[in-house]
T-cell receptor, first 115, second 113 residues
Framework: DAGVIQSPRHEVTEMGQEVTLRCKPI?????LFWYRQTMMRGLELLIY????????DSGMPEDRFSAKMPNASFSTLKIQPSEPRDSAVYFC?????????????FGDGTRLSIL | KQEVTQIPAALSVPEGENLVLNCSFT??????LQWFRQDPGKGLTSLLL?????REQTSGRLNASLDKSSGRSTLYIAASQPGDSATYLC????????????FGKGTHLIIQP
């Protein structure tokens, strides 16, 4: 079975540029999560969707960040304009909601460097 | 606000030893607790999930316990192997229907051959 697929794996760009991270969840999973991992703060939840609807975006750091899920098989996390402090590894995860105690399955992440 | 702490931050032991990783959380109103493994440059792999009503879960050489009332969980690894070297992360899912996880910062484990 294909796992959660994230692209790109690495992104290096200059500050001020728009960055778009992409995620394809596992087929049949109806919950999708975006996390950010840094050395200082560890893994933090940014936003999650159930059935393509954003449920909790309280972790999104500021208005420069936005996330969409136009359909069940695709989500994007966009940063515009990007800043050096946005440099981190961004993870997407998905899970099935058909049973309450299901684990989240993570992609391999996008390592983002803002110069 | 829920806070998750993992001790120790790093651990290095010889191959074959049994070891215990610790996780504590400040708000006992959790739905479940998960232990993950993270290899360098990779995502997280779920190892064990303990429901709030359970006391422990086992998978092969791994055993995780949960004491919800005291806000503690342990991950026990028996007969450690070099392939167990990784970062181990503990995460809690809050009660009340929210689904996002709150993570500890992890324990970086090295098993010496």
């Amino acid at each position: 079975d294909a796992g959660v697929i994230q692209s790109p794996r690495h992104e290096v760009t200059e500050m001020g540029q728009e960055v778009t991270l992409r995620c394809k969840p596992i087929s049949g999973h109806n919950s999708l999560f975006w996390y950010r991992q840094t050395m200082m703060r560890g893994l933090e939840l940014l936003i999650y969707f159930n059935n393509n609807v954003p449920i909790d975006d309280s972790g999104m750091p500021e208005d420069r960040f936005s996330a969409k899920m136009p359909n069940a098989s695709f989500s994007t996390l966009k940063i515009q304009p990007s800043e050096p402090r946005d440099s981190a590894v961004y993870f997407c995860a998905s899970k099935t909601g058909t049973a309450m105690n299901q684990p989240q399955h993570f992609g391999d992440g996008t390592r983002l460097s803002i110069l | 606000k829920q806070e998750v702490t993992q001790i120790p931050a790093a651990l290095s032991v010889p191959e074959g030893e049994n070891l215990v990783l610790n996780c504590s959380f400040t708000d006992s109103a959790i739905y479940n607790l998960q232990w993950f493994r993270q290899d360098p440059g990779k995502g997280l792999t779920s190892l064990l999930l303990i429901q709030s009503s359970q006391r422990e879960q086992t998978s092969g050489r791994l055993n995780a316990s949960l004491d919800k009332s005291s806000g503690r969980s342990t991950l026990y690894i028996a007969a450690s192997q070099p392939g167990d070297s990784a970062t181990y992360l503990c995460a809690v899912r809050p009660g009340g229907g929210a689904d996002g996880l709150t993570f500890g910062k992890g324990t970086h484990l090295i098993i010496q051959p």
